[in-house]
């Protein structure tokens, strides 16, 4: 009886924290394909406000996603060789640069930012274009990239397998391609995925570093969200959810894989 | 070419990119902290200035109180969705976790949406009470915001403290006599110590950095991020805004530093 | 096979010894030839520097200052392993779990750019020699471990390697297993005929497999020799002990016999020493009747083996002596026995540096 009243009382609670989760969700959603949002549902569902942000932010969304795949690029050429060299060579020397990396994600993307501005604010074709930017979510994202494949180094013993296809004759290089990625393959696709949501939603850095010619979808739903009317903030926020929704979903799906093994 | 030069050359691109973007950056935002008309003192000014002093106390305690909030909720959630089976289980941890990747406006709008001036508080408030209760845009709204993206997260991990959890010390304790309360007390708690500090720095530091919530919700809250940012665009102050995101920068990798010497796992905020 | 037989490389490691960043020695500068077509164990406890000496002839470790490797009195200490051509088994076999077995068994030929055809042609070759048909195209983690055994060593092999590197390759596997893929490899490095230095903590591994076998202590080596030089003449207590079972026996010396408790042992003794430490098998030492002997003792355990029993006796040496006696003999603990032991089969230790 106790054990029944106890159960009752966690469920209903944690429903309860649920609920302050999805519910603004849920609104949010609602509210996009809502004709008017004041009058509530039953004033009709539309599309139009959905085609009006296509209309406004495509420019944003477009740009969100070339820089996310640069920046998955970038992650993926600089950081994966890192990590290998980083766990090859281990030592004090790795672990600092380790820190070092790591460094960006204890500091608030803010004063990242800042210090961009104050070193290459004065680059100005640099700064105005969405290099720029990309540079910030480079940095924001690399650590994720890097810790994600030392991860899976970690459980496989690559050091005895680098050194096993070197005894058959293979070079550093042909060891790199034919031993070390393709064996790195689950930290690198778990590390993909992070860096791709995370640059999606990159806000902090992004909102400092971008100039009115190089907005991301997080900029403009900012934007949207203090100028344009509640319908249309919604329908963009609804477009965001449609995106990055089924990259969490991998996200979750692919580290429930890797727990099962 | 050897395998000693490859590795170096493995290395070689994240060294360019981490100085050139990272490191020569941030040695330059420490150098203009100290470039304002009161030198390195301006680095003090975040203590000395009572504006700056009353901020930084504001935000410490903002970030505190979302923090402690969060390791109780996502305790009780965390260890009620762990211990037990049944059916929708797997969905309501899926409601729990999907905002983990929301950018902070999106976190923003959420609460715009729940208590604004169109929000859903202030709707039933008004055919309840007759009166609207809009607290969207004052502090108790970002606390609320802050509420949001921590949440998620701590459940995360709290769940997976739990799952490591021997069942065996707890049935142990039982069998020398232990009621549920003093098990609780004594053997469950004790044991996710770890978790509560590494979760709780992470939802600390993110707290204190936050700066997309604040900006949405924006109007009139006091957060350290928040005057970084109008010290920065609005007063042109380059010095100050520097020094106090230097001070920012170091508050949160010294509590992540520190949760993380004490718990011994990694620590990293995010967001 | 046959055309490999007596291939290979001669090996000289001169004067190779290895300190590790952290100031640890691993290994004492070491000198040691290895003839083409030869099997040499390294043999010794864990921490003894055999797989450091394995690892600087394979090209991973670079040996300290002075010390050089040599293949066919070619100096390879500056080559890497890769163009070393040494075929390697590893203690965890490090097979590549992104590729089938025969992609793993070919993959050193690929590296070498043989073509596809003749690749398949000796893949097939090597998974017969191996024993391991109808597994070519398993994944890593679907072979047992004497599969995974046999598909890393025809790996190592297929490259036609001029030395083949064992690292404890039996130590993965369990006692049964073990016995039984041990005599297998016996056969297989015989047909080889290549030079093959292989490491293990295991005596009896060693004694099947190696033509010489090195045994190493705390990083120097203790003694180099046949194993029947290893066995019968141990030049030192630790090796008598590390290699078999051994009574190591204490005692004055008077007129070329060991005075013990329980008797005097004549010894071949040619120097006049007051004293000295002995090495006596247990299966050289005869029991008789108690009466007739010259040294007796009384029986304090008996295990039954099978194929043998093993008394432990007590009064006859300053500490208990082990016996191998034939399984018929009819004893039983308390008994008094006589014990002869052949003068040849008491082995005189030099004294403990």
Sequence with gaps: MRDRLIFTSQLIFTLLVASFLVVPAILSISAGVTVNYFRGIQSGVTLQWVAQVWELYAGTILLSFVIAFATLALTLAVGVPAAYALHIRGGRMSRVVEEIITLPLAIPGLAIALALLLTYGDFGDFRRSWLFILVGHVIFTMPFMVRSVMAVFATIDIKTLDESAASLGASPWRRFRDVIVPNALPGILAGSLMVVTLSLGEFNLTWMLHTPLTKTL???????????????????????????????????????????? | MS?????????????????????????????????????????????????????????????AATTIVTLIVATIAGMFLQRHRFPGRAVLIAMLTFPLAFPGVVVGFMIILLAGRQGLIGDF??????????????????????????????????????????????????????????????????????????SGAIAFATAMGAFGTAFTLATNIDVLPMLIYTEFTLAANFSISAALSVGLGIITWFILALARSFSGSAVAAAG | MSAQAGHGAAVRIDACGKTFADGTRALQPATLDIARGETLVLLGPSGCGKTTMLR??????????????????????????????????????????????????????????????????????????????????????????????????????????????????????????????????????????????????????????GDRVVVMQKGAIAQIGTPREIYFTPRSRFVAEFIGAANIVEAT??????????????????????????????????????????????????????????????????????????????????????????PDAVRLLPPES
């Design chain 3, 253 to 342: 010396i008077e007129d070329r016999h060991l005075v013990l408790p329980g008797g005097r042992q004549p010894i071949h003794c040619d120097v006049n020493m007051p004293a000295a430490v002995a090495m006596i098998r247990p299966e050289t030492i005869r029991v008789t009747s108690a009466g007739s002997a010259s040294l007796s003792g009384t029986i304090d355990s008996i295990s039954f083996i099978g194929d043998r029993q093993r008394l432990v006796v007590s009064g006859a040496s300053n500490r208990l002596l082990t016996v191998d006696a034939p399984n018929t003999l009819r004893t039983r603990p308390g008994e008094r026995i006589g014990l002869s032991i052949s």
């Design chain 2, 125 to 198: 408030s008004n055919r309840l009470f007759g009166e609207k209760l809009v607290f969207a845009y004052s502090i108790y709204g970002l606390f609320l915001g802050y509420l949001y993206f921590s949440i998620p997260r701590v459940i995360l991990t709290i769940m997976a403290a739990v799952q490591k959890l021997d069942i065996g010390l707890e049935e142990a304790a039982r069998s020398l006599g232990a009621g549920p309360w003093a098990v609780q007390r004594d053997v469950v708690l004790p044991a996710l110590a770890p978790a509560f500090v590494a």
């Design chain 3, 56 to 209: 600087i002839i394979a090209g991973l470790e670079l040996p300290d200052a002075g010390g050089r490797v040599l293949f066919d009195g070619k100096d390879m200490t500056p080559v890497p392993i890769e163009r070393r051509n040494v075929g390697m088994v590893f203690q965890s076999y490090a097979l590549f779990p992104n590729m089938t077995v025969s992609d793993n068994i070919g993959y050193g030929l690929k590296i070498r750019g043989v073509p596809s055809k003749e690749r398949a042609e000796r893949v097939a070759e090597l998974v017969t020699l191996t024993n391991i048909s109808g597994l070519e195209h398993r994944r890593i983690d679907q072979l047992s471990g004497g599969q995974r055994q046999r598909v890393a060593l025809a790996r190592a092999v297929a490259i036609r390697p001029g030395i083949l590197l064992l690292d404890e390759p039996l130590t993965a596997l369990d006692a049964a297993l073990r016995d039984r893929l041990r005599s297998e490899l016996n056969r297989l490095l015989r047909a080889l005929g290549i030079t093959t230095i292989y490491v293990t903590h295991d005596q009896s591994e060693a004694m099947e497999l």
């Design chain 2, 3 to 63: 395998h000693r030069s490859f590795v170096w050359l493995c290395l070689l691109p994240l060294a360019v990119v981490t100085a050139a973007f990272f490191l020569l950056p941030m040695a330059r935002l420490v150098v203009t902290g100290a470039g304002g008309p009161q030198g390195l003192a301006g680095y003090l000014a975040i203590l000395t200035e009572p504006r700056y002093r009353a901020t930084l106390i504001n935000t410490v305690l903002l970030a």
């Design chain 1, 218 to 261: 997080p900029i403009g739903l900012a934007d949207s969200y203090a100028s344009m009317r509640l319908e249309v903030a919604s329908a963009y926020t609804l477009i965001f959810f449609v995106m990055i929704i089924p990259l969490l979903v991998a996200m979750q799906l692919f580290a429930e894989k890797e727990a099962k093994r």
